[in-house]
């Protein structure tokens, strides 16, 4: 019988479910079950394709081109496995297929109601999803926080599934035990009253995760325990820690994953984190730290600096870093600064890399564009992901083929010189304003050139990378950047589109964009080859930078 365990949020949100999640994952992996994640929110948006970064984090990609939250990538890289779409709905997603069926008369004459066939909708794609990956241990996240209006409908398919199968199905509560400055001590309140609303949902917590700045005291263990209805061994404290990566390691001090096992009847075995540990150690040890700017726009949320929006992007630079026995060393710089001047270019200068990630519309595009010639001309290591790669097309061709007024028609749809543009078969999308998941998405195939540094670092020839964009370099200037010196050393199986644009290292170390999101393939135990590379390059440069 297969298993499941509810991962729900006590107190607020923001605590860590996503990868408190990933941990358990992870540490019920290397016991040798296997394992899959689901992660569900709440929001009536299908996918996270239409949110604002800025609102809800990076927009995170599956192979199957399916858009979700940035959870998704948290699973995939604690637990190395690539995840379909089954594992990602939300509300609107969930919603979306109940009317679909509904209109088909699938419901066979009767009233739909949202109790209960929402939550056996919802049920359903769980149970699909555990087949699909063959799990003896499925994780279901369920974002937000109890309490909420919006989550009630997942708590209650949690409670359902729990009513059929009650020795199959877990609930792991993380909370937050705060410590108020003024009084100085921790307090275990919050999370009575989350475990409380839980109850009301018809659920009890198996195993709580006590989140808080510090470890928990056998006292408030005790305390939680008594008056959320657990056993005190199940209070298991999950204090802040360095990085993300210390999590499965903390957890299994506590035992986390034979609990676990014991909650689910399953049989206790030990867990093998070596590689796991390995790749800790590694991320301590790397001293030379690399400094690395990122340059792009999604940075602010009223006075708050988001560091999530380039999650994936900032997990795959730390990959290759510690792969590399280095230390990335990271600063955001947001492109509207060079635009407006208020930041001189020389403070490139210092970088030992500079990275533009992906993004969309006008905001600071001509800042980058600014920074893009500087560190081509510099040759200060550039990589270039997906928008980073078609406005180093839009620089080169500019600066380098002669091409003055040359744009990407994202921007300026009546350019002369359209080097980037719509691909046909998004135009009538465009034109319609058919926008919600209709950009090309997903995995696709690319061949890559002889003699370049993208065949070098992945050392084949053919590469398979995820994609999301509705732009693409135009076939039509290709001939002209290359004789300025660009070389497209990775193209579609056809031929026709751009993958990748670089420099030969003949004449700038590392200048190299991808029209893919490589950072979406990257995880900790196997890095990047093109994040290596580029860390690499950025590693030489620190090195001749000292001399
Ligand atoms: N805005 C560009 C496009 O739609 C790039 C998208 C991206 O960087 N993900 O093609």
């Known amino acids: 019988m297969p298993k499941y365990i509810f991962i729900v949020g006590g107190v607020m949100s923001g605590i860590g479910k996503g990868i408190a999640s990933s941990a358990i994952g992870r540490i019920l992996k290397?016991?040798?079950f296997s394992v899959t994640a689901i992660k569900i929110d709440p929001y009536i948006n299908v996918d996270a394709g239409t949110m604002n970064p800025t609102e809800h984090g990076e927009v995170f990609v599956l192979d199957d081109g399916y858009e979700t939250d940035q959870d998704m990538g948290n699973y995939e890289r604690f637990l190395g496995e690539t995840l379909p779409s089954i594992n990602y709905m939300t509300t609107g997603r969930v919603y979306q297929e109940?009317?679909?069926?509904?209109r088909n008369l699938e419901y066979g004459g009767k009233n739909v109601e949202v109790v209960p066939h929402v939550p056996l909708e919802v049920i359903r794609r769980i149970e699909e999803a555990q087949k699909l990956a063959r799990a003896d241990v499925t994780l279901v996240e369920i974002g937000g926080t109890i309490g909420e209006?919006?989550?009630?409908?997942?708590?209650?398919?949690?409670?359902?599934?729990?009513?059929k199968h009650p020795k199959d199905v877990a609930v792991v509560m993380v909370s937050y035990v705060p410590i108020p400055r003024n009084i100085?001590?921790?307090?275990?309140?919050?999370?009575?009253?989350?475990?409380?609303?839980?109850?009301?949902?018809g659920l009890q917590a198996d195993i709580i995760l006590a989140r808080a700045e510090v470890a928990l005291d056998q006292k408030r263990k005790d305390k939680i325990a008594t008056f959320c209805n657990v056993a005190p061994d199940r209070v298991i404290s999950a204090p802040d820690v360095e990085s993300i990566y210390d999590v499965p390691l903390n957890y299994e001090k506590d035992n986390l994953g034979n609990i676990l096992c014991r909650v689910l009847g399953l049989s206790e075995k030990t867990s093998n984190l070596k590689d796991w540990e390995a790749f800790v150690a590694k991320s301590k040890n790397g001293t030379a730290a690399v400094p690395i700017a990122v340059v792009g726009k999604y940075f602010n949320s009223g006075d708050f600096v988001l560091s999530d929006v380039y999650i994936s992007v900032l997990e795959a630079l730390k990959a290759a870093a510690y792969h590399l026995d280095l230390k990335p060393d990271i600063t955001y710089l947001n492109s509207k600064d060079f635009e407006a001047g208020t930041m001189p270019l020389s403070a490139l200068d210092q970088y030992a890399g500079v990275l533009i990630p992906g993004g969309f519309g006008e905001t600071g595009v001509e800042g980058k564009i600014k920074v893009i010639e500087y560190v081509r001309e510099k040759k200060i290591p550039y990589f270039g992901l997906c928008y980073g790669m078609q406005l180093a097309v839009v620089e080169y061709a500019r600066h380098m083929a002669g091409l003055a007024q040359a744009h990407t028609t994202e921007i300026q749809p009546d350019t002369a010189y359209p080097v980037v543009m719509v691909m046909e078969s998004q135009k009538e999308n465009v034109a319609k304003g058919k926008l919600g998941g209709t950009m090309r998405l997903g995995a696709y195939p690319a061949l890559l050139k002889e003699g370049t540094i993208a065949r070098e670092a992945y050392k084949k020839d053919t590469i398979s990378e995820r994609h999301r964009h509705r732009y693409e370099v135009n076939p039509k200037y290709v001939g002209q950047l290359q004789k300025a010196g660009l070389v497209f050393s990775g193209r579609s199986p056809d031929g026709v589109l751009m993958e990748i644009a670089e420099l030969p290292t003949?004449?700038?170390?590392?200048?190299?964009?991808?029209?893919?999101?490589p950072e979406f393939l990257s995880r900790p135990l196997s890095p990047h080859p093109l994040f290596v590379a580029f860390i690499k390059a950025a590693g030489l440069r620190k090195q001749a930078s000292k001399k």
Not at 98 to 102: A, D, M, P, S
Not at 150 to 161: D, K, S, T, Y
Request: hydrophobic share 35%; charged share 25%.
């Open 506 to 517: 003949s004449v700038h170390p590392f200048f190299l964009g991808t029209q893919f999101h």
């Open 30 to 32: 290397s016991k040798g």
């Open 98 to 102: 109940i009317i679909r069926r509904e």
């Open 184 to 201: 100085g001590e921790m307090k275990t309140k919050p999370t009575q009253y989350a475990s409380r609303e839980l109850n009301s949902a």
């Open 149 to 163: 209006y919006q989550n009630i409908i997942f708590l209650e398919a949690a409670r359902m599934l729990k009513q």
